[in-house]
C-alpha cells in the first residue's frame, strides 16, 4: 500500500482584516509579496478551475483553483511540480480582533525519490515554521503599505 501523503498546517495574524488580506492569496495577488513570484495565467484568473504555471529554481510548477470563496476567505490549489511532487495548498482567512488569522495547510506527495526527499525537508516542523514566518513577515510589509487598485479577485 502507498504511503499516505504529508501535511503541516500552521495559523498566523496578520494586521488587515480578511477583506484585504485575502486578495494576496490570489494568483496574481502574491506577486505584491512573494519575491520571484511570477505566475503565467493559463485560463481564467482566479476561480475555480482556473490554471497557470510558475517557474523558479529551474523547474516548472503548473497549479489549478480547486475552490475559490472569497467571501469565506477560503482559496485551495492543487499543484505539480514537474519531477518532483503533487499536491495541495489551502488557505483559509478569519477576521480576528482588528486584524485576520491565517490558515495556511500544505499537503505533498513526492512522484520521485528526489521530491519524496523535497517533501520530507519542507514539511519538517522547523523548515516549515520558518517557512510560514517569511509568508506572515512578507504579507505584514505587503499589507503595511497604502492599498493600491483594487486586486483583481476573480
Given at each position: 500500500?502507498a ?18 488580506a485575502f ?18 495565467l ?22 489549478i483553483?480547486?475552490d ?21 495548498v ?16 500544505y ?30 513577515s ?17
Amino acid at each position: 500500500m502507498a504511503a499516505p501523503p504529508q501535511s503541516q498546517t500552521r495559523t498566523f495574524r496578520l494586521d488587515a482584516p480578511c477583506a484585504r488580506a485575502f486578495a494576496l492569496f490570489t494568483p496574481l495577488g502574491e506577486r505584491a509579496w512573494a519575491p520571484g513570484w511570477d505566475p503565467e495565467l493559463l485560463s481564467g484568473e482566479a476561480d475555480r478551475g482556473s490554471v497557470f504555471r510558475t517557474r523558479a529554481h529551474g523547474a516548472q510548477t503548473l497549479w489549478i483553483v480547486t475552490d475559490y470563496r472569497p467571501a469565506q476567505g477560503r482559496v485551495s490549489y492543487a499543484r505539480l511540480k514537474q519531477g518532483s511532487n503533487f499536491g495541495l495548498v489551502d488557505v483559509e482567512c478569519r477576521d480576528s480582533a482588528g486584524g485576520s488569522e491565517v490558515t495556511v495547510r500544505y499537503t505533498l506527495t513526492g512522484v520521485t525519490p528526489e521530491g519524496e526527499a523535497f517533501v520530507r525537508e519542507f514539511l519538517d516542523d522547523a523548515h516549515y515554521d520558518a517557512f510560514m514566518r517569511e509568508w506572515q513577515s512578507a504579507l505584514g510589509k505587503a499589507l503595511s503599505k497604502p492599498p493600491g487598485p483594487a486586486a483583481s479577485g476573480g
